[in-house]
């Protein structure tokens, strides 16, 4: 369980998804679904990518230069929508638009991206908290 009000806890989520990302890097595969995402506020440039078997997401990674907020969110996010069926990965993105919109959300399923929960009182960093979020909601979007 992730402490939202251990600041040191949550900023050491962010750095080590920063520096040491497990799903950067696209995958070679013809099948799956890449989506570039450019942030309107900043030079952050991603490209997301999806790869949905039968219903169920069978790989989730992005690529490209981002901030921390940018790299850390899509990182975490591609963790958490990886093996999860198609409805569900767009839960888990609602929860997690809820809370950086400031909206009730629930806490329990968010995990590592409990260490966003406050950046909807820094307006200009939303956009990095959502540049791959809004990449793999769109994704998503096609495949219902």
Known sequence: MFDKNDKIQLRQIIMEHYTQPDFKGLIDNNQSIIKFQDSP?????????????????????????????????????CYKLKNLEVKEAQNQLLNYYNMISGNDYDESILEELIAFWEINKQGNRINCALLGADGFKSILNKEV
């Open 41 to 77: 506020t900043c030079s952050d440039e991603i490209n997301v990518q999806l790869l949905i078997e039968n219903n169920i997401i069978k790989e989730a990674r992005f690529d490209g230069n981002a901030c921390a907020i940018s790299t850390a969110s899509t990182d975490i996010l």
